[in-house]
Nanobody
């Protein structure tokens, strides 16, 4: 299973973007999905997360502006980002915690985390 993040781009301050993260293959279960971001010269930080019971958590800097949600298929998660600010500029990564999935031989595999490849979000002032 691989995570594919998409939806990043270049926007002006105040505009919106919607990021998507989809798991290829069969994801049998997971504890939580999350979006992290990493700006140049800074550490990776948690932006938002959603648990298997749909409990959500947000970084203080994005509360009220960003919304994380599951897709209809349980292997997809979205991050709706509104009222973007220049300080939101970063590479955004999706993450799955404690995934269980089928490998190429259709045997179940448990991992600690899965990470997507990242998608660049740039907000100009």
């Amino acid at each position: 299973v691989q995570l594919q993040a998409s939806g990043g781009g270049l926007v002006q301050a105040g505009e919106s973007l919607r990021l998507s993260c989809a798991a290829s293959g069969t994801l049998l279960r997971s504890d939580a999905w999350a979006w992290y971001r990493q700006a140049p010269g800074k550490e990776r930080e948690l932006v938002a997360s959603i648990t298997s019971s749909s409990s959500t958590n947000y970084a203080d800097s994005v509360k009220g502006r960003f919304t994380i949600a599951r897709g209809d298929a349980k292997n997809t998660v979205f991050l709706q980002m509104n009222s973007l600010k220049p300080e939101d500029t970063a590479v955004y990564y999706c993450n799955v915690e404690n995934p269980v999935y089928y490998n190429a031989d259709y045997a179940p595999v448990a991992a600690r985390y899965l990470w997507g490849q990242g998608t660049q979000v740039t907000v100009s002032s």
